[in-house]
T-cell receptor, first 112, second 108 residues
Framework: ETGVTQTPRHLVMGMTNKKSLKCEQH?????MYWYKQSAKKPLELMFV???????ENNSVPSRFSPECPNSSHLFLHLHTLQPEDSALYLC???????????FGSGTRLTVV | KNEVEQSPQNLTAQEGEFITINCSYS?????LHWLQQHPGGGIVSLFM???GKKKHGRLIATINIQEKHSSLHITASHPRDSAVYTC??????????FGTGTRLTIIP
């Protein structure tokens, strides 16, 4: 365990479904991130939260909606996804913005 | 433009061999990470470098600021070292820019 826990580990959803990914850290970190890892492509930053405030939205489609109720929890709400959204979604936290990252194990999402 | 290039993309070696993975970046950085991801596992930050060299067990990471280049070395490689290794760079105070990763396979 890295200290960053993501659930579920695997998720299969239809294009009309609504689901949520959860990320939890108890490392005392103040920044949390959502990344997307598609096959054979570098990690893509999606969202950044620092002290619960969103500091970056990297041109992510609105069918992905993040939520950060506190510094320890981060959610990614999914609705009306497309098959090309199938990927590994990684959560990370860091001691300070852009420093000292710890990554979760990811959620493998398949959109059918 | 902030770019990170990694080589090789795939590397297969026999157990015991010395492994080197290379990373080059386009402009000055404030720090560079080397990340490891085992099959089905999470991403672990092995090292974060801003200058010089860091060592942990059989892993060594070096960075040459003037040449804009970093290397990750594995001595006496072992099958459990098989993983994807990725370098990622902080350009100034901006978000990390990731290389495409190197898939390392160590054959017993």
């Amino acid at each position: 365990e890295t200290g960053v826990t993501q659930t579920p580990r695997h998720l299969v959803m239809g294009m009309t479904n609504k689901k949520s990914l959860k990320c939890e850290q108890h490392l005392g970190h103040n920044a949390m991130y959502w990344y997307k890892q598609s096959a054979k492509k570098p990690l893509e930053l999606m969202f950044v939260y620092n002290f619960k405030e969103q500091t970056e939205n990297n041109s992510v489609p609105s069918r992905f909606s993040p939520e950060c109720p506190n510094s320890s929890h981060l959610f990614l709400h999914l609705h009306t996804l497309q098959p090309e959204d199938s990927a590994l979604y990684l959560c990370a936290s860091s001691q300070a913005l852009n420093y000292g990252y710890t990554f979760g194990s990811g959620t493998r999402l398949t959109v059918v | 433009k902030n770019e990170v290039e990694q080589s090789p993309q795939n590397l297969t070696a026999q157990e015991g061999e010395f492994i080197t993975i290379n990373c080059s970046y386009s402009v000055g950085i404030s720090a560079l990470h080397w990340l490891q991801q085992h099959p089905g596992g999470g991403i672990v930050s092995l090292f974060m470098l801003s200058s010089g060299k860091k060592k942990h067990g059989r892993l060594i990471a070096t960075i040459n600021i003037q040449e804009k280049h970093s290397s990750l070395h594995i001595t006496a490689s072992h099958p459990r070292d098989s993983a994807v290794y990725t370098c990622a760079a902080h350009f100034g105070n901006e978000k990390l820019t990731f290389g495409t990763g190197t898939r390392l396979t160590i054959i017993p």
